[in-house]
């Protein structure tokens, strides 16, 4: 538990009279993928954005790498090693492939306020930015308009802009979402390589990749967190069964 | 092929921003000189803005403020060292000036600490709110003009003899026309410099998408507060030379119609592009030269223009005539 890079305590926000998240309890230990879901409105993408710093909290704690992370902003946590992607998409769609991770690299350099050397001769932001290209493996479309790339393509540039961040934590929101099966059957296996990197707390909606790939899972219904466990436990919970796996698992 | 057909076009439009005033030498026309002049400084001013309108896309509807500042302390500095009257004596001499290098200094400091401050309230707001804002605190400096009698109020303040430049007969026109280019040729590499540096891929950045700047750890207020302040400098620069150029400086400077105008060069010629405020600004002194001599609505052929730029032709002149703008 105090390993644990990532860790909330009786983390709860009201919208009105709807609980989006209520007294959630979860923690990211390293080397892990830590799947959460739960069925549509669960408040998944809440929580995402609450531990990203995008929405306070009304109550609770977040720790982060051993620091209350509570009073920072979403800039602070971000540069604190706390990387996101988003449900859908969201990219700079003017600028290359190329120049959207070489933001997220300009970021990590620390040095943002630079007035005159021209940053696309820059090879300290060009190479590890190409570098995570290759990764995703869209070296081939750095030089294209983030607009004109397909679905597909743009969920693996979001990939590597959070990997450009070199974070300590991965926060993935549904990183398959629109993804054909080819698709999502490579991101599956480019994950499960990248916990070895940094720990990931994953949301996804599809089962067959979850499965494959946590090894923790912890299950959101209405806000609150009715099972943790792995995937064999997660399985065989009767609570999990009725409230969103159904009868089909 | 686009870049390249942008390259041509500001080609024409920069040689044709220097040649015209020499021909106009030539023939004995002072007055196309001036107007030349006048383009430049217009351009200037609509470069500064075109930093945060075209590149931060934020809509800033109080540039006049910048404007006027800077032909402000043209006519302030100016008056002080013409009639003899030192600014303060105590605990200090300060003393006017008709030196323009020290006029633009002063003007450069007073319109980036008013920028600093209008930009730290104003970069808290967006879209229409911003523009709201912006146009309320130039109006604020507006009316403070027109009511401050020390330096002439509402009638504006005369500049005798204009302020001097080492080693140029700034009262020959030409001469004049040959310092206003070069200013605005500075602010512009400056400006084409900014935009590919680190900074402007941030700023540009920030336009596009403020959620994902935040997500990757950078603030994007901080780089639209920078942004906005150099931009205000710019413009407050052209101002300087505005005041100079006319000899006179008045409240109207300050005004929101200056703000529309300054704005009007910018999406005329091409929100965004480096020769965008060029472009407009000659586009719209030819429009007034032309139309304005022979038709007192002149401004309505104009606001027919500006309409069928906003709705069909987004890039502007330039955009017209090269093409859409590939990613930066």
């Not at chain 1, 790498?65 to 979403?74: P, V």
């Not at chain 1, 995703?136 to 961040?165: C, K, N, P, T, Y």
């Not at chain 2, 800033?60 to 600014?87: K, M, Q």
């Not at chain 2, 911003?130 to 509402?154: D, H, K, R, V």
């Amino acid at each position: 538990m105090s390993d644990a890079i990532l860790s909330l305590s009786d983390v709860t926000k009201q919208f009105g009279s709807l609980l989006a998240s209520d007294s959630v309890t979860l923690d990211l230990r390293p080397g892990e993928i830590h799947a959460l879901i739960g069925p549509n409105g669960a408040g998944k993408s809440t929580l995402i954005k609450q531990i990203a710093g995008e929405i306070k909290s009304d109550r609770g704690d977040i720790h982060f790498n051993g620091q209350n992370i509570n009073a920072l902003d979403a800039v602070a946590r971000s540069r604190m090693g706390l990387a996101r992607t988003f449900q859908v998409s969201s990219l700079m769609p003017e600028f290359s492939v190329l120049q959207n991770v070489m933001l997220a690299r300009q970021s990590v350099s620390g040095k943002v306020f630079r007035f005159f050397k021209p940053v696309l001769g820059d090879k300290s932001l060009v190479d590890p930015a190409m570098a995570q290209l290759e990764r995703v493996g869209l070296a081939d479309r750095a030089q294209m308009r983030a607009a004109d790339i397909s679905h597909g393509e743009r969920r693996q540039l979001e990939m590597a802009v959070a990997l450009a961040l070199e974070p300590k934590a991965f926060l993935l929101d549904e990183p398959m979402a629109g993804m054909g099966p080819e698709g999502s059957k490579r991101l599956t296996g480019f994950l499960d390589g990248l916990r070895g990197q940094a720990p990931i707390l994953l949301v996804e909606h599809d089962m067959d990749a979850v499965f494959a790939l946590a090894d923790r899972i912890s299950v959101l219904v209405y806000g609150r967190i009715i099972a943790t466990g792995t995937v064999d436990e997660i399985r065989g919970n009767d609570d999990v069964k009725r409230a969103y796996l159904g009868e089909e698992a | 092929m686009t870049m390249n057909r942008e390259f041509l076009i500001n080609s024409i439009l920069a040689i044709a921003l220097i040649t015209v005033p020499l021909i106009a030498l030539g023939m004995d026309e002072p007055f196309i000189i001036t107007l030349a002049t006048k383009v430049a400084i217009f351009a200037m001013a609509g470069v500064g803005l075109n930093l945060v309108l075209g590149y931060g896309g934020l809509v800033s509807f109080g540039h006049a403020a910048f404007f006027g500042i800077g032909g402000y302390a043209a006519g302030i500095l100016a008056s002080h060292a013409l009639n003899y009257e030192p600014i303060m004596e105590s605990p200090f001499l300060i003393e006017g000036t008709t030196q323009m290098i020290i006029i633009w200094i002063v003007a450069l400091i007073v319109s980036a600490l008013v920028a600093l401050l209008i930009g730290a309230i104003t970069l808290r707001t967006s879209g229409v709110y911003f523009i709201m804002i912006t146009l309320a605190f130039a109006q604020m400096i507006y009316y403070f003009a027109i009511s401050w009698p020390a330096y002439g109020g509402e009638d504006g303040l005369s500049i005798y003899v204009r302020n001097g430049f080492p080693g140029i007969n700034t009262l020959d026109p030409i001469s004049f026309f040959a310092l206003c280019a070069v200013m605005l040729a500075i602010a512009m590499v400056f400006s084409a410099v900014l935009i590919r540096s680190r900074f402007g891929l941030a700023l540009q950045g920030a336009r596009q998408n403020a959620q994902r700047m935040t997500a990757v750890g950078i603030a994007p207020f901080r780089i639209r507060l920078v942004a906005f302040v150099i931009s205000a400098m710019i413009t407050a620069l052209a101002g300087a030379l505005y005041a100079d150029l006319n000899r006179f400086v008045s409240p109207t400077m300050l005004s929101w119609h200056m703000s529309g105008e300054i704005m009007v060069f910018v999406i005329l010629g091409g929100v965004g592009r480096l020769f965008g405020p060029l472009a407009g600004a000659a586009l719209y002194i030819i429009l007034e030269h032309l139309l304005g001599g022979v038709w007192e609505f002149w401004q309505l052929p104009l606001g027919v223009l500006l309409l069928l730029v906003v709705l069909f032709a987004r890039g502007g002149l330039v955009g017209v005539l090269a093409g859409e703008r590939k990613h930066v």
